[in-house]
């Protein structure tokens, strides 16, 4: 099946930097990929939709100032969480879809995910 | 939106027997339901999927069942192993739509 790659797995920050996550699918091409956020024993939260080559779509209630997201390439999306502080220590998990010929196959392809810890 | 609810939140069961987990979602055109499974600390992992023009699939243990009528989807997990321990969840969506997902079902696998 369709790779993606998350990179990285987990990181710890002090408060008030800058954290860059990336996400890549390694053997296909995606405009379209996800970032989802997961609190422990939670679901997994809609945060984006990242779009290649155009402005990230955000659901309600996400910052977009506060969580950049860039999508420079059909196997690239980022996402920087911007003067991270200790409520955004949460799992982020990417995720796209693996397109055939045009076509959308519907399964949904996802990172390994990354743990951010803000101190 | 769509909105997709899911029961029960944590389910225990005797190992060789039968799970199922419900899930019911709000939008009729929604027409994909995968199933994901997610162990902890990792990514979660398809397991199976439906879509709208199908009421039922199987493969090996696990089987999922659609009732559009109803808006309601199932997982069903028979002869239960020790490894079948996770999180279970469901989605659903339409078209090229975000996956909107369920609240997650923790299923224990008792020895």
């Known amino acids: 099946g369709a790779v993606v790659s998350q990179h990285p797995s987990w990181v710890i920050c002090k408060s008030g930097t800058s954290v860059k996550i990336e996400c890549r699918s390694l053997?296909?091409?995606?405009?379209?990929m996800f970032w989802y956020r997961q609190f422990p024993k939670q679901s997994l939260m809609l945060m984006a939709t990242?779009?290649?080559?155009?402005?990230?779509?955000?659901e309600q209630g996400v910052e977009k100032d506060k969580f950049l997201i860039n999508h420079a390439s059909l196997t690239l999306s980022t996402l920087t969480v911007t003067s991270a502080h200790p409520e955004d220590s949460s799992f982020y998990i990417c995720?796209?879809?693996?397109?055939?010929?045009?076509?959308?196959?519907?399964?949904?392809?996802f990172g390994e995910g990354s743990r951010l810890t803000v101190l | 939106g769509e909105n997709v609810e899911q029961h029960p939140s944590t389910l225990s069961v005797q190992e060789g027997d039968s799970a199922v987990i419900k899930c019911t979602y709000s939008?009729?055109?929604?027409?994909?339901f995968p199933w994901y499974k997610q162990e902890l600390g990792k990514r979660p992992q398809l397991i199976i999927d439906?879509?709208?023009?199908?009421g039922e699939k199987k493969d090996q243990r696990i089987a999922v069942t659609l009732n559009k009528t109803a808006k309601h989807f199932s997982l069903h997990i028979t002869e239960t192993q020790p490894e079948d321990s996770a999180v279970y969840f469901c989605?659903?969506?339409?078209?090229?739509?975000?996956?909107?997902f369920g609240k997650g079902t923790r299923l224990s696998v008792i020895a």
């Open positions: 995720s796209a879809r693996a397109l055939t010929g045009g076509l959308n196959t519907g399964e949904l392809f």
């Open positions: 053997d296909f091409q995606a405009t379209t």
């Open positions: 990242s779009n290649e080559g155009s402005k990230a779509t955000y």
């Open positions: 939008d009729s055109a929604s027409n994909y």
């Open positions: 439906i879509r709208s023009n199908v």
């Open positions: 989605a659903a969506e339409w078209g090229n739509t975000p996956l909107v």
